[in-house]
């Protein structure tokens, strides 16, 4: 029996306009707390908010847009916000002054939010059901090599070349992600299916329940998740490997590409729960190992085990999220999963912070691998035992 087609040329496309919008996340990610700082003079809390107003207004777009998404088309919302975000990256050239910046961080953040939900609903739809697992793994791949080479073009054109330059190649990038999206193109049946009678307002237009319990979880490991982000390379200096620490992400990319073909392939075959828990394991192993590291060695075999592990659980995921919601359902899946990741990643950052300043960094990435675990245990009631109390239940009724 032949397999349905996953990599046609939409699904490339979307693919690749979901790589240039997270590219451009990450060049301006690393690099515009080091513009603040330098051009401004500011301190550390207000170049923080460079990243901070970015992500709650993203937050806050994503249920917008899935409403949105739920009753009109998809491609209209999708091009919508890689206009905004697109036209967000030229304005960073005209402000004099961090107000001015945080003015356009909170519009850059609109239109990333709003982009970011409208690609993961498109794609959606455009992978086979019988192979979302697997497409939905290659998908998110482009996000994870986006993370890998954003901050290296980012940090290497603002040393070498300066930020002007900087600014003309998150421009650039994110001018591809525009082009790349209008090339995508949905079948009829995909935009107007979406046209449904809702309610003006009600909590269910801007928060899909059946999404809020896998989202919990991935918000919950998300927390973990950031304080690789902000502080790995903090860590790096502080155990004396910082000769290879822009190689940490480099090998978790190279470990997830490697095993990509075959997770997501296990996903659709055996379900989530097999891929789950042993990537929960494997996690909190990369993490203890990243916590005892003396050395390069030990520095990038924790990259690996953590790649293999958190790389292959958030598309997992993201995957169920999108499962368990109705056809029509899935943009505002989409953005009530990416919304409370996305505030486990800011809730983690600051509260990270916060730790850091109590204990070093190998104490807390200890202790992070046994809130790791705490994780299994919120999946299997969330995902596991709620779900088939639900059905015992049902059978009851059903039976009286």
């Not at 709650?56 to 249920?63: C, E, K, Q, V, Y």
């Not at 402000?95 to 939010?113: K, Q, S, Y």
């Not at 949905?186 to 329940?209: C, H, R, Y």
């Not at 891929?275 to 203890?288: Q, T, W």
Request: proline share 4%.
């Amino acid at each position: 029996m032949n397999k349905p087609k996953l990599w046609t040329k939409d699904f490339i496309n979307i693919s690749l306009s979901n790589f240039f919008l997270f590219l451009t996340f990450y060049i301006l990610l690393v690099t515009l707390p080091i513009y603040a700082l330098q051009e401004f003079d500011s301190n550390a809390s207000q170049a923080g908010l460079m990243t901070t107003v970015f992500l709650l207004s993203a937050i806050i777009s994503r249920p917008l847009a899935g409403q949105w998404l739920e009753r009109g088309s998809n491609k209209k919302v999708l091009l919508t916000a890689l206009i905004i975000f697109a036209a967000a990256s030229l304005l960073y050239f005209f402000p004099n002054t961090v107000t001015g910046f945080l003015i356009i961080r909170l519009l850059h953040g609109v239109g990333f939010g709003m982009a970011t939900t409208a690609v993961g609903a498109i794609v959606a739809d455009l992978i086979p059901g019988s192979r979302r697992g697997e497409g939905m793994g290659y998908f998110v791949m482009s996000t994870n090599l986006a993370m890998v080479l954003g901050p290296f073009i980012g940090l290497t054109a603002i040393q070498q070349w300066g930020a002007k330059t900087m600014f003309i190649l998150s421009v650039i990038v994110a001018a591809g992600a525009l082009i790349t999206g209008l090339t995508v193109k949905l079948s009829k049946t995909d935009e107007t299916k979406k046209q449904v009678i809702v309610p003006a307002f009600s909590i269910k237009n801007f928060i899909e329940p059946s999404a809020v319990s896998i989202a919990i979880v991935g918000g919950f490991l998300a927390i973990v998740y950031s304080a690789l982000l902000s502080f790995v390379s903090v860590y790096a200096n502080e155990i004396h490997v910082s000769e290879v620490s822009s190689l940490f992400f480099v090998v978790y990319a190279i470990i997830l590409l490697m095993s990509r073909p075959f997770t997501g392939k296990w996903l659709d075959q055996y379900g989530p729960h097999v891929i789950v828990f042993p990537s929960i394991i494997l996690f909190a192993i990369g993490m203890f190992v990243l916590s005892q590291s003396v050395g390069a060695v030990t520095f990038l075999v924790s990259a690996g085990m953590i790649g293999l592990g958190w790389g292959t659980l958030f598309p997992t995921f993201q995957t169920i999220a999108i499962q368990n919601a109705a056809p029509r359902k899935r943009g505002l899946a989409t953005a009530t999963f990416l919304s409370i990741y996305d505030i486990g990643i800011a809730l983690g950052s600051f509260l990270v912070g916060l730790i850091a300043a109590k204990m070093d960094f190998s104490s807390l990435y200890f202790l992070c691998s046994f809130y790791i675990l705490i994780g299994a245990v919120l999946y299997y009631f969330m995902q596991v035992r709620k779900p088939e109390m639900k059905r015992q239940r049902y059978l009851k009724v059903k039976e009286q």
